[in-house]
């Protein structure tokens, strides 16, 4: 508990890091002081177990779309009815491939030519709140196969209304599916590896996500590893066995989907190679429904969770992403090219080559971030000191990041969620959800047994993100105010916090206010180590260093995609899984709950 106390301590601020983290105009007025107001305008509200949405006094939510809703035609809608009574047809698979996915995640809107194109997640499926209970772990083929059709994303265009809030436009000429079966292209340094080659079947368990500057959604692709079936000692080749096992395929969730009886790639037995297909950061233009989906392979294979691009003041183009697992690593991606504003086609093509880093955390609050590799000019140069494997066969990097990552002794971190960047602090905020199996703490990760999770600001050197140095410090050590456990007690900045503070776990998604205070979402709140409370959305103001809830979600879900319009009128979230477990029936129209999109407004129309 004393190495608690001293981390802790470090984390605290310097005064000239306190500096750097607050933007000029506000340090003039004395920022956080009582003469200025919050830049966090609300009341808290109380977490909850309510089987409905709360948000603050002054604010209203609206649903904007949900599972199975139409995107091309009106009268086209799934029949939830059908589904839950296993009656389950060809013809509502058909309908699933042109209607809203299931489990939206990720969300972004793109502001384009005045118009609002929404980009969403579908990350997975919950076959038990959907279909008959005695299907469970043996869908039929029609189920397994709606299953397959509602992975993937939706492009929606949505309408404004004058109020703030949004609706679809059904039958808009930028709506799209993009689904486990479309075809995608595989670019970068893996492709045409005879384990990989240059095309894929899907995208699939699509997480979170970024948006890059020329207007693409860079879509990550989980836990894709759920989906393969099939007898791991089947495979010949003990390499193929090896990556497969770093990467939790076969899986054991297989059978919940049952693709891989139904469908030969998805069993390991029967085509070993499948799965190097996934796991990828996949680009989609939402501006061209006709361009397809592109497996970007320089940004590494792992259980990718975001990719957050930032434009570094050289011109090049860094994504920070994550591996969210116990004890996986965090990445980031410097492109080697520039962005153009005015040449979308060139910008296209900068994920192909560049330099892969992982990062190192180090005790003296420093960092560093290792290359793995670089891809230039078609050639990839690995970093000297992995193992011969990496040097051999180059493109294995790109392959098996993970086991390129470990062996050069990256920081085994508690499971990295999203990772972004803060305009505002010009700084990297890093979310680290929960780690239950650590019994070694270390600086960056400093609880044994953490079950609330965390919060790394990481500082590049000269907030260069091109940078290969930085520092480091923990602003939230998710938890109870004042719990008599220091393992599990809630700290902003380092700090003690008043009992009427709100309790936060599992911090998962999170974005940024026109101030930069961090707008967190949570997955994880309900369990019962945790909070057994609604998961929900938290604000962390970087000013006043308090924390506040603003929206507490329906019983069972997890609150993904945190957006706010760039006027910052509307806040959008992604209600996921609501009523897992068997716990609520939200958003109460059908007989199933309906994973669905909400905005948030204020009722008197300002900025949130
Ligand atoms: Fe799909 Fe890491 O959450
Ligand atoms: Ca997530
Ligand atoms: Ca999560």
Same mark, same amino acid.
């Given at each position: 508990?004393?190495?608690?106390?001293?981390?802790?301590?470090?984390?605290?601020?310097?005064?000239?890091?306190?500096?750097?983290?607050?933007?000029?105009?506000?340090?003039?007025?004395?920022?956080?002081?009582?003469?200025?107001?919050?830049?966090?305008?609300?009341?808290?509200?109380?977490?909850?177990?309510?089987?409905?949405?709360?948000?603050?006094?002054?604010?209203?939510?609206?649903?904007?779309?949900?599972?199975?809703?139409?995107?091309?035609?009106?009268?086209?809608?799934?029949?939830?009815?059908?589904?839950?009574?296993?009656?389950?047809?060809?013809?509502?698979?058909?309908?699933?491939?042109?209607?809203?996915?299931?489990?939206?995640?990720?969300?972004?809107?793109?502001?384009?030519?005045?118009?609002?194109?929404? *980009? *969403?997640?579908?990350?997975?499926?919950?076959?038990?709140?959907?279909?008959?209970?005695?299907?469970?772990?043996?869908?039929?083929?029609?189920?397994?196969?709606?299953?397959?059709?509602?992975?993937?994303?939706?492009?929606?265009?949505?309408?404004?209304?004058?109020?703030?809030?949004?609706?679809?436009?059904?039958?808009?000429?930028?709506?799209?599916?993009?689904?486990?079966?479309?075809?995608?292209?595989?670019?970068?340094?893996?492709?045409?590896?005879?384990?990989?080659?240059?095309?894929?079947?899907?995208?699939?368990?699509?997480?979170?996500?970024?948006?890059?500057?020329?207007?693409?959604?860079?879509?990550?692709?989980?836990?894709?590893?759920?989906?393969?079936?099939?007898?791991?000692?089947?495979?010949?080749?003990?390499?193929?066995?090896?990556?497969?096992?770093?990467?939790?395929?076969?899986?054991?969730?297989?059978?919940?989907?049952?693709?891989?009886?139904?469908?030969?790639?998805?069993?390991?037995?029967?085509?070993?190679?499948?799965?190097?297909?996934?796991?990828?950061?996949?680009?989609?233009?939402?501006?061209?429904?006709?361009?397809?989906?592109?497996?970007?392979?320089?940004?590494?294979?792992?259980?990718?969770?975001?990719?957050?691009?930032?434009?570094?003041?050289?011109?090049? *183009?860094?994504?920070?992403?994550?591996?969210?697992?116990?004890?996986?690593?965090?990445?980031?991606?410097?492109?080697?090219?520039?962005?153009?504003?005015?040449?979308?086609?060139?910008?296209?093509?900068?994920?192909?080559?560049?330099?892969?880093?992982?990062?190192?955390?180090?005790?003296? &609050?420093?960092?560093?971030?290792?290359?793995?590799?670089?891809?230039?000019?078609?050639?990839?140069?690995?970093?000297?000191?992995?193992?011969?494997?990496?040097?051999?066969?180059?493109?294995?990097?790109?392959?098996?990041?993970?086991?390129?990552?470990?062996?050069?002794?990256?920081?085994?971190?508690?499971?990295?969620?999203?990772?972004?960047?803060?305009?505002?602090?010009?700084?990297?905020?890093?979310?680290?959800?929960?780690?239950?199996?650590?019994?070694?703490?270390?600086?960056?990760?400093?609880?044994?047994?953490?079950?609330?999770?965390? /919060?790394?600001? /990481?500082?590049?050197?000269?907030?260069?993100?091109?940078?290969?140095?930085?520092?480091?410090?923990?602003?939230?050590?998710?938890?109870?105010?004042?719990?008599?456990?220091?393992?599990?007690?809630?700290?902003?900045?380092?700090?003690?916090?008043?009992?009427?503070?709100?309790?936060?776990?599992?911090?998962?998604?999170?974005?940024?206010?026109?101030?930069?205070?961090?707008?967190?979402?949570?997955?994880?709140?309900?369990?019962?180590?945790?909070?057994?409370?609604?998961?929900?959305?938290?604000?962390?103001?970087?000013?006043?260093?308090? &924390?506040?809830?603003?929206?507490?979600?329906?019983?069972?879900?997890?609150?993904?995609?945190?957006?706010?319009?760039?006027?910052?009128?509307?806040?959008?979230?992604?209600?996921?899984?609501?009523?897992?477990?068997?716990?609520?029936?939200?958003?109460?129209?059908?007989?199933?709950?309906?994973?669905?999109?909400?905005?948030?407004?204020?009722?008197?129309?300002?900025?949130?």
């Amino acid at each position: 508990m004393e190495y608690i106390g001293d981390l802790i301590k470090r984390a605290l601020l310097s005064r000239r890091d306190m500096l750097l983290a607050i933007p000029p105009f506000l340090i003039a007025c004395g920022g956080g002081s009582s003469l200025t107001p919050s830049t966090v305008r609300f009341n808290s509200i109380k977490p909850n177990t309510l089987d409905d949405i709360t948000v603050p006094d002054g604010f209203r939510w609206r649903m904007v779309i949900g599972w199975g809703d139409p995107l091309f035609r009106q009268e086209e809608r799934i029949n939830y009815q059908r589904l839950r009574e296993g009656g389950t047809t060809t013809q509502d698979v058909e309908i699933q491939k042109r209607t809203f996915g299931y489990n939206n995640d990720f969300i972004g809107v793109i502001e384009h030519n005045n118009r609002y194109i929404m *980009v *969403v997640n579908h990350e997975y499926f919950n076959p038990e709140l959907v279909f008959p209970p005695e299907h469970l772990g043996k869908p039929t083929y029609e189920e397994a196969m709606l299953m397959l059709e509602a992975h993937g994303l939706s492009v929606v265009e949505l309408f404004r209304n004058s109020d703030f809030t949004f609706r679809p436009v059904v039958g808009s000429n930028y709506n799209r599916r993009i689904t486990g079966s479309t075809r995608c292209l595989i670019e970068g340094p893996a492709k045409g590896h005879r384990y990989v080659g240059d095309s894929a079947e899907g995208t699939l368990n699509n997480c979170s996500a970024g948006k890059t500057p020329w207007g693409t959604v860079l879509t990550c692709e989980e836990n894709f590893n759920s989906y393969f079936g099939g007898d791991i000692n089947s495979v010949q080749e003990t390499l193929v066995r090896e990556i497969h096992q770093r990467y939790g395929v076969p899986s054991r969730f297989a059978d919940v989907y049952g693709f891989y009886k139904y469908m030969d790639r998805f069993d390991v037995s029967k085509n070993p190679y499948e799965s190097f297909k996934f796991g990828w950061v996949v680009e989609i233009d939402p501006l061209d429904p006709n361009r397809p989906p592109i497996k970007r392979t320089a940004l590494g294979r792992f259980k990718h969770e975001a990719a957050t691009c930032v434009v570094a003041p050289s011109g090049q *183009v860094v994504v920070y992403m994550g591996d969210d697992e116990r004890f996986q690593h965090l990445y980031k991606f410097v492109t080697k090219g520039k962005y153009d504003p005015i040449n979308r086609e060139n910008n296209m093509k900068l994920l192909d080559e560049g330099t892969l880093y992982v990062a190192k955390f180090y005790d003296n &609050l420093t960092g560093e971030w290792v290359m793995l590799a670089e891809v230039s000019a078609g050639q990839i140069r690995v970093n000297p000191s992995l193992p011969s494997l990496y040097k051999q066969d180059p493109a294995l990097v790109f392959i098996d990041t993970r086991g390129a990552a470990t062996s050069l002794g990256a920081t085994k971190m508690d499971r990295p969620e999203d990772a972004e960047w803060n305009p505002v602090t010009q700084s990297l905020w890093a979310v680290m959800t929960y780690n239950d199996r650590r019994t070694s703490p270390e600086p960056a990760n400093p609880r044994p047994y953490n079950y609330m999770g965390h /919060i790394l600001e /990481i500082i590049e050197q000269r907030n260069d993100p091109t940078a290969t140095s930085f520092s480091w410090r923990i602003p939230l050590l998710c938890g109870i105010p004042q719990h008599p456990d220091p393992t599990k007690e809630l700290l902003v900045y380092g700090q003690r916090v008043s009992t009427d503070t709100p309790p936060i776990s599992a911090p998962d998604n999170i974005t940024f206010d026109r101030f930069g205070n961090v707008w967190i979402a949570t997955d994880g709140n309900e369990d019962d180590v945790r909070l057994r409370v609604n998961d929900g959305v938290y604000v962390l103001d970087i000013y006043e260093r308090s &924390l506040k809830m603003f929206l507490s979600g329906p019983r069972g879900c997890e609150i993904c995609g945190p957006e706010f319009t760039s006027d910052n009128r509307t806040f959008l979230c992604a209600i996921q899984h609501p009523g897992e477990g068997g716990k609520g029936s939200w958003p109460h129209d059908a007989v199933v709950p309906r994973p669905s999109v909400i905005c948030v407004v204020r009722e008197d129309g300002t900025k949130i």
